[in-house]
């Protein structure tokens, strides 16, 4: 029977159409000392035309969970349990071979650094025309009128005479400019970008976010925006998952998270994010302490050892991920931020003595410096 639907129908069931399912994603490493439990229970999943917002510092398991993700992390001592659906389709336990089908053609990724992406031997144009040909039925002169429009299409000024240009004839900007355009080449489905802006300065990292945000929407692409940063992700993803010890300790749309976070490590990173509003020589905050052992974490909330509001409780239990009151908003904590049960916590912990690394009055001010 014939697709009656109009046009507009079919654009919503497309959007309404989930295009990974993550469960319980685990990825540990073996070494010497025991097991790396990088990734330690992830779920989630996305529509397609959607962005997560994937936050968390170095080291809380979110470049490997993406990486797992794609079924990158090919060392022999990982080994990643769980599922992942790609649009029906069990990524994990599938061989490297079949993968590598998948990577260009239905996922990307943009890697932090465009000078380690790109080989510095090879002209930009050739390694965007190399890897349209591996994967697209296109003759040479075809790549190459297609390898110019992508040029083009990512804001590169002469792309006819760039596309000879070796990577260190070009600035950081144009070479970020160049992986986009390589990881858009053959039409992915779905866009992991990690960390795509950190080793740029703050105008050309705007810049870059725009083109991608403005691709993704020209192509309907799903996106998995990875960063340290929550003032990246402010605005331009729908869904926020926040990472600690490689599980995702809450997770909301990108307004509530932003309004009406509860855990307070989320809280931590807002008040991490400088101010515009602070004085010159304003000391940063920072988030005291260091991310948990992997191998041998702390028993109990792993967030512990550096939460200004815990409790006995948080030590002996470990908080499973709880749904709060607003609509797709989770979060994992005994005395989650703006409860009664939170300001008792942090006034006891206060009256002991406790170094206390936040200030509840701090957040308000910085979500209003992050949601403008
Ligand atoms: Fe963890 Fe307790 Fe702090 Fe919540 S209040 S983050 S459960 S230590």
């Not at 070009?170 to 053959?186: D, E, F, K, P, T």
């Not at 001010?365 to 992050?370: H, L, N, R």
């Amino acid at each position: 029977m014939s697709d009656t639907s109009s046009p507009i129908d079919q654009t919503a069931a497309m959007l309404n159409e989930p295009v990974l399912v993550v469960k319980d994603l685990k990825t540990h490493f073996a070494v010497a000392a025991g097991s790396v439990k990088a990734v330690d229970g992830v779920s989630f999943s996305i529509n397609r035309g959607r962005t997560l917002g994937i936050v968390g510092e170095s080291g809380s398991g979110k470049t490997v969970l993406a990486r797992s993700i794609m079924g990158l992390n090919v060392a022999s001592n990982a080994t990643t349990t769980g599922s992942v659906l790609y649009r029906g389709r069990e990524l994990v336990g599938t061989p490297p071979k079949e993968m590598k089908e998948l990577w260009g053609s239905e996922m990307a990724m943009v890697f932090q650094d465009p000078m380690t992406s790109l080989n510095p031997v090879v002209k930009v144009g050739r390694q965007l025309t190399e890897h349209m040909r591996a994967h697209l039925d296109y003759s040479k002169t075809e790549a190459r009128h297609s390898a110019i429009e992508l040029l083009r299409s990512v804001r590169i000024p002469e792309p006819e005479a760039r596309f000879d240009n070796y990577p260190h004839e070009m600035s950081g900007g144009m070479r970020q400019r160049v992986c986009i355009a390589i990881a858009l080449a053959c039409g992915p489905m779905v866009l992991f970008a990690d960390e795509p802006t950190t080793a740029l300065d703050v105008t050309v990292q705007h810049q870059i976010l725009n083109l991608m945000a403005q691709q993704q929407r020209d192509r309907h692409m799903t996106m998995i925006l990875v960063t340290h940063d929550l003032g990246v992700v402010a605005g331009r993803a729908d869904e926020i998952a926040v990472m600690y010890a490689g599980k995702v300790v809450e997770k909301a749309p990108t307004g509530p998270l932003f309004t009406n976070m509860r855990h307070p490590y989320t809280e931590a990173l807002f008040r991490s994010i400088p101010k515009t509003s602070q004085a010159a020589h304003t000391r940063l905050a920072a988030i005291a302490g260091r991310p948990p052992d992997l191998i041998e974490p702390p028993q109990g909330c792993k967030f512990s050892p550096r939460c200004p509001y815990a409790q006995e409780r948080c030590r002996d239990e470990e908080p499973e991920l709880q749904i709060a009151t607003d609509p797709g908003h989770a979060f994992a904590c005994h005395f989650p931020v703006g409860t009664e049960e939170n300001r008792r916590a942090y006034e006891s912990n206060l009256a002991a003595g406790l170094p206390q690394t936040l200030a509840v009055a701090g957040r308000m001010q910085a979500t209003e410096e992050v949601t403008g």
